[in-house]
């Protein structure tokens, strides 16, 4: 069984052991050593992993780490763990630090058993970093983060390789929560970076505030256009870097099965997709990618409401909108046609509710 298999079994328990898994020793069995065990370590060789592993650390005698993955007989990675409940936070990893500081390892990872932060010294030689520069989370697995922790595995494990690839990862992240920062709320520096290229008079606070909303909507746009176009080449099969129409010019597939509602609405020759519907469509397949094939993801634009749909099926419904002048709408529907209304003050609003749309969309998956 492949680490992504093993990982979304162990990821579909989680529910029920929230609910019964209250201490750090049952988090251990119940997913930490499943974990280590799906990265491939033998957790019950201590030659391999160490429990309770112990060392004088300078004036501390007889502290313990939780585990000790073994290399070549030396300490290479140290873990920390905590309960499953319990919130990460990077006070809860002063045995680490020490650990870190006196022993080999060139690797610390803290866990309560569905976050698992990694740390190691990039900042200064043998002296753990303050900040992860990679975390993973049983309750967000996608393609890209097992690639990184598979890197940990037993048959994959090299040294240098993550050494070199850790620097990356944690700026990266770190400069993709800059840009959602300032995607959501752009600062004075941010907005005068481009505000002095593109005007030459005195920013008063009249002229600041003005584009402080035009960078948002700008950048927003900017974001939007560049993942509807990335996501059009790639269901297109056109190479990169290839000019193609703007995504609204773009005939979407529609629905082969309808419901008798919608072929009354189909007999309306009135029916137009707008930019606007075309939009939202391709955000929702950009977000959706993530758990299932952009191919099978539909747009159903009807006389009432701009649909998607999974697999051609309306028996399937990822989402649907409803736009008039006052107030666009995105509405979640469960298997029992129940409704979740969010209010949306524009299209690309869309990605604040990237996570209703994946937990719902799973439920026909």
């Known amino acids: 069984m492949d680490i992504i298999d093993s990982l979304s079994q162990l990821a579909s328990r989680l529910p029920r052991l929230k609910e019964t898994v209250q201490t750090e020793e049952g988090t251990k069995n119940a997913l930490i050593m499943p974990v280590l065990q799906a990265l491939g370590y033998n957790v019950f060789d201590p030659f391999e992993v160490v429990p309770e592993y112990t060392s004088d650390v300078g004036t501390k005698k007889g502290e313990k780490v939780d585990y000790v993955i073994m290399k070549d007989g030396k300490p290479a990675i140290l873990i920390e763990c905590k309960a499953l409940n319990a919130t990460l936070n990077i006070n ?11 022993t080999e390892a060139r690797f610390a990872i803290l866990t309560n058993g569905v976050e698992y932060q990694f740390y190691t010294d990039i900042e200064a030689p043998n002296k753990m970093d ?17 690639t990184e922790l598979k890197k940990f595995s037993k048959s994959m494990f090299e040294l240098e ?85 703007h995504a609204a010019a773009v005939t979407p597939p529609v629905a082969a099965e309808e419901t008798e509602e919608d072929a009354t609405d189909k007999e309306d020759d009135g029916i137009v997709t707008t930019d606007e519907e075309m939009e939202a469509y391709h955000i929702v397949r950009a977000i959706l990618s993530q758990v299932v094939d952009p191919k099978r993801i539909f747009l159903k634009d009807t006389r009432s409401y701009c649909g998607v749909l999974l697999d051609h099926n ?52």
């Open 130 to 146: 303050d900040r992860p520069f990679f975390e993973f989370s049983l309750e967000d697995i996608d393609a890209r983060k097992v």
């Open 92 to 102: 809860h990893a002063s045995q680490l630090y020490r650990y870190f500081a006196c």
């Open 314 to 365: 309306v028996r399937k419904p990822l989402c649907r909108f409803l736009f008039n002048n006052k107030q666009t709408t995105l509405i979640l529907l469960d298997k029992e046609r129940n409704e979740k209304r969010i209010p949306l003050e524009s299209v690309v609003d869309i990605y604040k509710s990237a996570e209703d749309l994946v937990e719902y969309a799973k439920l026909y998956l």
């Open 161 to 245: 390789n993550i050494l070199s690839n850790a620097s990356e990862l944690k700026y990266k992240k770190q400069i993709r929560h800059l840009l959602t920062q300032e995607l959501e709320s752009p600062s004075e520096d941010f907005v005068r970076l481009f505000a002095k290229q593109v005007y030459g008079g005195f920013l008063t606070q009249e002229r600041r505030s003005q584009f402080t909303t035009l960078v948002s909507q700008a950048f927003r746009e900017w974001v939007n256009n560049r993942v509807s176009e990335r996501l059009q080449n790639a269901l297109d099969g056109v190479s990169p870097g290839t000019n193609f129409p």
